[in-house]
């Protein structure tokens, strides 16, 4: 177990560093390294394993939560701010990083909580408490996106008289399937073909997201469309061609 809180600070520490020496920007903080510790462990709980080194434990962290331990710690302590620091309101760490994993991996909920374990303890959550605090976290990450994407952005690290700041493109992600009521046939369902996604060959949604090219940063997304309905330059006119 000793060795084990090494290998944790160590990672932990060595991601700061990291992180630190290539950050292009520092219009955001780093989150303090206590923090970044605490969440480390908590990952390694939740994934029941521990990564034999740096390269590999990032690696699974990102696999399984679809982000870097200190990129969980900066949506944590953003959330935290947008609850007037009161954390006794957010409940737990652990349940930040169900919902990180929830939107990652898009599990069946009856599966999810039998793969997951409460700290300390050799049981599985129920699927009621998995299910309060993923939708719960889903929507506190969504109540971000006015502070880390903003059109602004894409003068971050701007030389000077360059014309183009920003790359634009469509994604499509997958959705369930809608049926709706026949329109000849009284009684019958079909399928909604406005949902259609000629990438998936199934039901999606689709989103436009733009990105700085000087510093990476989203600065824009818009959505969701109907892809049966909009294609990507209807979707560019709507709205973002007004921003340029």
């Given at each position: ?153 894409r003068k971050t690290n701007d030389r000077g008289g360059d014309d183009c700041l920003a790359s634009v493109d469509c ?74």
């Amino acid at each position: 177990m000793h060795d084990q809180s090494i290998k944790i600070l160590e990672h932990s520490f060595a991601e700061l560093s990291i992180q630190d020496a290539i950050r292009k920007t520092k219009r955001m903080p780093l989150p303090p390294g206590n923090l970044l510790v605490h969440f480390n462990i908590i990952a390694k709980d939740v994934m029941s394993r521990l990564s034999r080194s740096l390269d590999s434990h990032k690696r699974d962290v990102i696999s399984f939560f679809g982000a870097p331990t200190i990129i969980i710690a900066k949506i944590w302590e953003m959330i935290l701010k947008n609850n007037d620091g009161d954390e006794k309101a957010l409940s737990n760490k652990e349940h930040l990083l169900w919902a990180l994993h929830y939107m990652k991996q898009k599990p069946n909920f009856e599966v999810f909580r039998k793969t997951i374990t409460k700290q300390n303890q050799n049981r599985s959550p129920t699927k009621k408490t998995v299910m309060k605090w993923v939708w719960f976290y889903v929507n506190e990450i969504r109540a971000l996106e006015g502070t880390v994407i903003v059109w602004g952005h894409r003068k971050t690290n701007d030389r000077g008289g360059d014309d183009c700041l920003a790359s634009v493109d469509c994604i499509d992600c997958e959705f369930q399937q809608i049926l709706i009521d026949h329109p000849i046939h009284p009684g019958k369902k079909m399928i909604n073909k406005a949902l259609y996604s000629f990438k998936f060959r199934g039901p999606a949604l689709r989103y436009e997201v733009a990105i700085s090219l000087l510093s990476n940063d989203i600065v824009w997304i818009n959505g969701p469309f109907l892809p049966g309905d909009w294609n990507d330059l209807e979707i560019f006119r709507l709205n973002l061609l007004k921003q340029l």
